[in-house]
């Protein structure tokens, strides 16, 4: 049997609310940290997350930066993050 494809975690930071929107619409596993600031995991590669949400386009790009998270976290939070990131 094949393994599942590795999960990432990724930072989707945007001051424009159509990136968040096509963020929050586009992946199933997210969390919201803040307005301008949503948690997202997904098997895809960076580049394809931002081209999802708007970020990467000939057309009309849009302000943001995706950042993959490596995994290491601490902090003082909203404890379903925690529950989350497990």
Request: glycine residues 4%.
């Amino acid at each position: 049997m094949a393994d599942a494809p590795e999960k990432r975690l990724y930072v989707v930071f945007s001051t424009d609310a159509e990136v968040q929107s096509a963020a929050e619409e586009s992946f199933d596993d997210t969390f919201r940290l803040e307005e301008n600031t949503l948690l997202a995991r997904t098997e895809m590669v960076a580049d394809d997350v931002a081209t999802k949400i708007g970020l990467i386009s000939e057309e009309d790009p849009k302000n943001g930066v995706v950042l993959k998270a490596n995994h290491t976290y601490t902090g003082y939070f909203d404890g379903r993050l925690w529950d989350w990131l497990d």
